[in-house]
């Protein structure tokens, strides 16, 4: 394999931190930016290049120009060739453009980087079978078609381009609504399907949502956790119905699918951003607690770095380990079959300090222990 194609969506995932969750629309990543958003698509694609570094004089890469492609392969010191210009910033008609060239180019397996957006442009864009590895850098990645990681995705790409792996599937495009996703909504579609390699160590499973036999798991969960909050302690509830439910039970406004604080059983801000969520943990009294409340993704099993982008780097160094509540109901964690809960963030000191067992509560008065893992 010698002609490898690369697609970087510059803007992917910059809602993330700043709880917009997403970057779909020019409005949108205009308010992203004067939020203080910063890239990090291309970093994310440096994390999955490093990866293939001893193929770099085995392999070209043909791609856009720009933050699209050129520059990380040229800070790395890859071959490459453009085969994309880009006039001014990039857009989706650029990634459109550049997926039917690195066709017409017949490279042998694209890499893009990217969100469910991007996995959807490519592909509304792709007309033959040519194997495809997503490097996770979005807001919302609910598809099949990215690898676990950056890193697995570098990994898994070294694998397939050394001819390592050589099975291929067929795997989901699915996207959702953004507007919807911004009002509490959840409106997910499949969009078609892409051939990525078998390989179930690095690439991630199809997200899995709560069914609804989980809702008097989660009640139960929620009075479980409620008997247990403390007096006058920050509790940063995060994105998803299990701890959502919480609020529900205290009969207080919550965002499912956003961050929720509360402090003494009542919700003092709801739908919180990184830079919010620092400006209460930087003015709080002296000796007062911070907790966490987060739970796992359903099937990819995530619980920090996914989803949840407003829960940064820059805000778990606040907390310790100890600080940390993990709810699941028994549905949930059974998707995972017996792997580890994940997290991932860009601070390799941040996802060792919170790796480890931890007492997930399933019920109320019951846990069990699974392992939360920075293994990328």
Do not use: C, W
């Given at each position: ?46 994390h ?98 990215h ?28 996207d959702?609504?953004?507007a ?82 509360l ?15 620092m ?39 606040y ?48 846990k ?9």
């Amino acid at each position: 394999m010698e002609k490898i194609g690369l697609i970087i969506n510059p803007i992917a995932g910059m809602g993330g931190r700043v709880g917009l969750k997403g970057t779909d629309g020019k409005d949108i990543l205009e308010k992203a930016r004067s939020l203080g958003a910063e890239p990090e698509a291309t970093t994310k694609a440096a994390h999955m290049l490093q990866h293939l570094t001893d193929l770099s004089k085995s392999v070209k890469f043909l791609t856009g120009e720009g933050a699209m492609g050129a520059d990380v392969l040229t800070e790395h010191g890859f071959d490459f060739e453009v085969i994309h210009a880009v006039s001014g910033e990039s857009s989706q008609e650029d990634t459109l453009s550049l997926v039917k060239a690195l066709e017409e180019a017949k490279v042998e397996l694209i890499l893009f980087v990217g969100g469910d957006g991007t996995a959807r442009d490519v592909h509304d864009a792709l007309t033959e079978d040519i194997p495809v590895i997503g490097v996770p850098a979005g807001v919302k990645i609910y598809s099949a078609v990215h690898g676990n990681s950056p890193e697995s995705a570098g990994r898994l790409a070294a694998n397939v381009i050394t001819e390592k792996v050589t099975t291929f599937t067929r795997a989901e495009v699915i996207d959702l609504d953004e507007a919807g996703f911004r009002n509490d909504e959840v409106d997910i579609s499949v969009f078609g399907y892409l051939t990525v390699p078998v390989d179930e160590t690095h690439m991630q499973n199809l997200k899995s949502p709560s069914p609804q036999s989980d809702a008097d798991a989660q009640e139960s969960i929620a009075l479980d956790v409620i008997d247990s909050l403390e007096d006058d302690t920050l509790y940063i509830v995060g994105s998803g119905t299990t701890p959502s439910e919480i609020l529900v039970q205290l009969d207080q406004p919550v965002t499912i699918l956003g961050v929720d604080l509360l402090q003494n059983k009542k919700t003092i801000a709801t739908d919180v951003n990184e830079q919010e969520i620092m400006d209460h943990l930087e003015n709080l009294p002296d000796g007062t607690n911070v907790k966490l409340i987060v739970t796992t993704m359903g099937g990819q099993g995530y619980v920090l770095g996914r989803g949840n982008q407003q829960l940064s780097e820059k805000v778990l160094s606040y907390l310790d380990k100890d600080d940390i509540i993990i709810v699941a109901t028994p549905n949930k964690l059974h998707t995972l079959s017996n792997r580890d809960m994940l997290i991932y963030t860009l601070d390799a000191a941040i996802n060792q300090k919170f790796s480890g067992y931890y007492k997930v509560t399933t019920g109320y008065g019951q846990k069990t222990m699974h392992k939360l893992s920075s293994k990328q």
